[in-house]
Nanobody, 114 residues
Framework: QVQLVESGGGLVQAGGSLRLSCAAS????????MGWYRQAPGKQRELVAV???????NYVDSVKGRFTISRDNAKNTVYLQMNSLKPEDTAVYYC????????WGQGTQVTVSS
């Protein structure tokens, strides 16, 4: 089973940017779609961005125009570029296949201050 390690989170002011990375321990070529999920305190985990093997992307409405998901199959890595961050983006961010099948990694904390 492919293990996933997320990184790149941190504390940023509203309007700032962060780039998250998700490194897989094995090939992601066989995974049709990869996604970034987030879980805010007291809320359910939600899928916010998806990218297919062919590069087709989709986003939840709340991040459209601000977040960009990408994947580098050669590096077995998925990225999430987050711009114009808002306090409501504060959450722990995870990556996984979409729909989720594998186990969850430790996630990376994103905190956006107002």
């Amino acid at each position: 089973q492919v293990q996933l390690v997320e990184s790149g989170g941190g504390l940023v002011q509203a309007g700032g940017s962060l780039r998250l990375s998700c490194a897989a321990s094995g090939s992601i070529l066989s995974i049709n779609a990869m996604g970034w999920y987030r879980q805010a305190p007291g809320k359910q985990r939600e899928l916010v961005a998806v990218i297919t093997k062919g590069g087709i992307t989709n986003y939840v409405d709340s991040v459209k125009g601000r977040f960009t998901i990408s994947r580098d199959n050669a590096k077995n890595t998925v990225y999430l570029q987050m711009n114009s961050l808002k306090p409501e983006d504060t959450a722990v961010y995870y990556c996984n296949s979409a729909p989720q099948r594998g186990s969850w990694g430790q996630g990376t904390q994103v905190t956006v201050s107002s």
